[in-house]
């Protein structure tokens, strides 16, 4: 009994959405300035096919973050990316770069870089409902970031980055 109960827990353990990766902190040989970066952590979703977000900073453009927008479990090139933020509708630009498609550890993981302002980030995270829409050419894909409460892996990753962010700010 007690190794079910053991097994439960493990089970609910890693289905948490607190759960996840830590940012990676890094300096840069070029110019020596300090790079946060955290992979992209799926968002509320009920299919298999799910959308994440990861994000990259960089001390050189302070105000600026990167925005790595995911699909997991399909290979598709995402054309346009929204997100709906307590009712605001924010259109993000991509870098120039194509899909980038990556089958680490046998997940089909398909991201696309999106340049935007620290300052949306913490409009996402201090937000009560913010959902992305990923377009693909066949279609789109939208999930929570955050949904009245309801919150995701992507939601506790952002949180971490832009703690580690603050952290290595001073200075800049």
Same mark, same amino acid.
């Given at each position: 009994?007690? #190794?079910?109960?053991?097994?439960?827990?493990?089970? !609910?353990?890693?289905?948490? +959405?607190?759960?996840?990766?830590? *940012?990676?902190?890094?300096?840069?040989?070029?110019?020596?300035?300090?790079?946060?970066?955290?992979?992209? @952590?799926?968002?509320?979703?009920?299919?298999?096919?799910?959308?994440?977000?990861?994000?990259?900073?960089?001390?050189?453009?302070?105000?600026?973050?990167?925005?790595?927008?995911?699909?997991?479990?399909? %290979?598709?090139?995402?054309?346009?990316?929204?997100?709906?933020?307590?009712?605001?509708?924010?259109?993000?630009? *991509?870098?120039?770069?194509?899909?980038?498609?990556?089958?680490?550890?046998?997940?089909?993981?398909?991201?696309?870089?999106?340049?935007?302002?620290?300052?949306?980030?913490? @409009?996402?995270?201090?937000?009560? #409902? +913010?959902?992305?829409?990923? @377009? +693909?050419?066949?279609? %789109? !894909?939208?999930?929570?970031?955050?949904?009245?409460?309801?919150?995701?892996?992507? %939601? @506790?990753?952002?949180? #971490?980055?832009?703690?580690?962010?603050?952290?290595?700010?001073?200075?800049?």
């Amino acid at each position: 009994m007690k #190794r079910l109960a053991f097994l439960a827990a493990v089970l !609910l353990a890693g289905c948490s +959405t607190t759960s996840g990766l830590e *940012p990676n902190v890094s300096h840069s040989g070029f110019d020596n300035a300090t790079i946060v970066s955290i992979d992209p @952590h799926g968002n509320a979703c009920d299919t298999m096919v799910c959308t994440g977000i990861g994000a990259q900073w960089n001390s050189s453009q302070p105000d600026q973050v990167i925005l790595l927008v995911a699909v997991f479990n399909e %290979y598709a090139g995402i054309t346009d990316v929204q997100l709906n933020i307590d009712g605001d509708r924010v259109q993000l630009q *991509p870098t120039r770069t194509i899909t980038d498609l990556n089958n680490n550890s046998a997940i089909k993981t398909s991201t696309k870089a999106f340049v935007v302002d620290l300052q949306l980030v913490d @409009h996402i995270l201090s937000s009560n #409902r +913010t959902w992305i829409r990923v @377009h +693909t050419p066949t279609g %789109y !894909l939208e999930d929570a970031v955050i949904d009245n409460g309801k919150d995701s892996k992507a %939601y @506790h990753a952002l949180s #971490r980055f832009v703690r580690d962010v603050n952290a290595n700010q001073e200075g800049y």
